[in-house]
């Protein structure tokens, strides 16, 4: 989860670099190094597409990347890169809480990047709240399907 403290990163990224930071870090878990081939893979998008994107990373020293060769995290791109994953899951389980009826990890990425930090620390309290009280969210569960057998 992310950090109790709330830790704001201040990170100046569009929303398409978000992604291809995000995937940079998630590879990196698994692998030792990343290549192009990778994030154009994940992404479905072009090998040009993806050199673009990793200058502009790279210029905000987000990874270090030579032409034809590995990408790498700095320690503020794994850092961001980590917040990005989490509030990625967070708003993931966030959905599965509310029983969101929709391709959950569709949704999760076509609202990480409109939502603001602070929405997403609540959201992320709120999560945290339902798990700590399991009979508070069966309490929801059966509101909605009371509420969905009345709208039927």
């Known amino acids: 989860m992310l950090s109790d403290d709330k830790v704001y ?6 929303p398409s670099l978000e992604d291809y930071l995000e995937e940079i870090y998630r590879f990196s878990l698994t692998q030792s190094s990343v ?17 673009k994107a990793l200058r502009k990373l790279k210029s905000k020293e987000y990874i270090m990347y030579r032409r034809y060769g590995d990408i790498y995290l700095t320690d503020w791109g794994r850092l961001v890169g980590r917040f990005l994953v989490e509030r990625n899951r967070i708003l993931q389980d966030f959905l599965y809480l509310i029983e969101a009826d929709c391709n959950i990890s569709e949704e999760a990425e076509a609202m990480e990047h409109y939502l603001s930090r602070t929405t997403i620390y609540s959201i992320q309290s709120l999560v945290k709240f339902m798990k700590s009280n399991p009979n508070i969210h069966v309490e929801f569960k059966q509101f909605l399907n009371e509420k969905n057998n009345h709208s039927s």
Do not use: Q
């Open 35 to 51: 290549r192009v081939s990778d994030i154009g893979g994940k992404l479905k998008v072009s090998s040009p597409s993806v050199s």
């Open 9 to 14: 990163l201040e990170y100046d990224l569009s």
